[in-house]
């Protein structure tokens, strides 16, 4: 319903229900359960397309450092997650955080999945592509 409800442009609405499967999973689950994570990343990707930037860059760093507790920091998950904050934090107007954090992924992408791992490659793009955007 979360993504049919950003398709909608119900954003606010999304929001606000995200907001409330996280405090649902903390409370049914624990604070520390994978699908709370997961959850917790449903909301920071509503936050990120509301444009609520600020907000959301928080979220996605949280997510990056409980990602790398939970499954540590070679972890395509863990991976993904600081991939979404470099991109919310160029969002949010931090360039040169935004870069610093891409590069990082190229690195360690290369280095733990190969060169030519489609993850790598789609990293690679990204940062090329933010790099020439800013």
Same mark, same amino acid.
């Given at each position: 319903m979360?993504?049919?409800?950003?398709s909608?442009?119900?954003l606010?609405?999304?929001?606000? =229900?995200?907001?409330?499967l996280?405090?649902d999973?903390e409370r049914?689950?624990?604070?520390?359960?994978?699908?709370t994570?997961?959850a917790?990343?449903?909301l920071?990707?509503?936050l #990120?397309? *509301?444009?609520?930037l600020?907000?959301?860059t928080?979220?996605?760093? +949280?997510?990056? #450092?409980?990602?790398? %507790?939970?499954h540590?920091? =070679?972890?395509?998950?863990?991976l993904?997650?600081?991939?979404?904050l470099?991109?919310?934090?160029?969002? *949010?107007?931090?360039?040169?955080? *935004? %870069?610093?954090?891409?590069?990082?992924?190229? +690195?360690?992408?290369?280095?733990? +999945?190969? *060169?030519?791992?489609?993850? #790598?490659?789609?990293?690679?793009?990204?940062?090329?592509?933010?790099?020439?955007?800013?």
């Amino acid at each position: 319903m979360l993504s049919w409800l950003r398709s909608t442009d119900r954003l606010e609405e999304a929001v606000v =229900d995200a907001r409330v499967l996280v405090e649902d999973c903390e409370r049914i689950l624990g604070a520390a359960h994978p699908l709370t994570l997961d959850a917790r990343v449903t909301l920071a990707s509503c936050l #990120t397309t *509301a444009g609520l930037l600020v907000e959301a860059t928080a979220a996605w760093e +949280q997510i990056a #450092t409980d990602r790398a %507790a939970l499954h540590g920091p =070679d972890h395509p998950e863990t991976l993904d997650a600081r991939s979404s904050l470099a991109a919310a934090r160029g969002r *949010a107007g931090d360039d040169a955080g *935004a %870069a610093r954090e891409f590069e990082k992924l190229v +690195q360690d992408r290369t280095r733990i +999945q190969g *060169a030519e791992h489609p993850a #790598t490659l789609r990293e690679r793009s990204v940062m090329l592509a933010w790099l020439g955007e800013t």
